[in-house]
């Protein structure tokens, strides 16, 4: 964390806030992993340089769907205060976003475009999945017919986030906002999906955050279809029926399961081969969906957004 208790927000479960004046924000990924609502003592090495470069991608992928909060990411836009600490800017170095300061939603904007997760677990019960009928006889990881819109309440920290029907997020934000969110949502996830089919990487689902502006603009925040928010499927190992090869935590998730933890903290330290093979996996997700080589990532002073 930055040492400027003047400017500094809160810390998320991946991300530390800075708020630099009344209109812009820094937000800071660290290497932090969290599973099941849980932040695992066990860092994963350039984690949040992953997250940080992939989601940098997608807000110039995604630019003409909706406005995004990301306005730059050069340290030597950062008030001095923040940069008086020796070797910060070299910390800071890949991991950080200047965003618009905005309102955010309560609300975790989940598509699902193929049935997997907590998902899945809901169809076996209801047939459905956040109200949303499904087809009977569907299989875990099966592709939908069409994405749907699959929201869930964004819970207090320390606690689980709760899926919720689109009736509900209407009562939260109201009709009109809801129904843009969910629009801007299912129009993300079809992008997402055609540049990662490219790439030979299915995006099973995903979630995104919104937020406003005093003028009432809907802005897309935090990060985006990175392995935290995103299941990555390889296209060539999918077979429906049960759970899949992914480039997401899926794989720390799996380890997860097998261990005597009740899913409250605090979590288990991850064996380093855990926590390198959950490495791979993130550097092998941007690599494929960007194009570029996540080794050139690091070595870059400032990655123009």
Not at 160 to 179: C, K, Q, S, Y
Request: aromatic share 8%; charged share 25%; glycine share 8%.
């Amino acid at each position: 964390m930055l040492r400027a208790e003047a400017l500094f927000l809160r810390s998320g479960k991946v991300r530390d806030l800075y708020r630099l004046d009344d209109a812009r924000l820094l937000l800071v990924a660290s290497d932090r992993l969290s599973a099941f609502d849980v932040v695992l003592p066990t860092p994963i090495r350039d984690k949040g340089r992953v997250l940080t470069g992939l989601s940098r991608f997608w807000f110039a992928e995604t630019a003409d769907i909706v406005p995004n909060h990301l306005l730059g990411t050069d340290p030597a836009a950062l008030p001095a205060d923040l940069l008086a600490e020796p070797g910060v800017v070299g910390e800071l170095r890949g991991r950080m976003m200047i965003g618009r300061l905005a309102e955010v939603l309560p609300v975790e904007c989940v598509v699902r475009g193929y049935l997997s997760g907590s998902g899945w677990k809901e169809y076996r019960t209801d047939g459905a999945v956040c109200g949303v009928p499904l087809p009977p006889g569907l299989r875990e990881s099966d592709r939908l017919r069409e994405p749907i819109f699959t929201p869930a309440y964004k819970a207090p920290a320390g606690q689980h986030d709760e899926n919720i029907p689109f009736a509900h997020v209407a009562t939260l934000v109201g009709p009109d906002l809801a129904r843009r969110v969910r629009e801007s949502s299912l129009a993300l996830y079809r992008r997402g999906a055609e540049v990662c089919e490219r790439a030979g990487i299915i995006l099973a689902d995903t979630k995104f955050e919104f937020g406003t502006l005093p003028t009432g603009e809907l802005l897309l925040i935090d990060e985006v279809m990175t392995p935290d928010s995103s299941r990555f499927w390889d296209a060539a190992a999918w077979e429906p029926g049960g759970p899949q090869p992914s480039y997401d935590k899926q794989f720390v998730r799996d380890w997860l399961e097998a261990q005597p933890w009740d899913k409250r903290a605090p979590g288990p330290a991850l064996p380093d081969a855990v926590a390198e093979g959950t490495r791979a996996r993130y550097v092998e997700a941007y690599e494929r969906i960007t194009g570029g080589s996540f080794a050139r990532y690091l070595e870059e002073d400032v990655i123009a957004p």
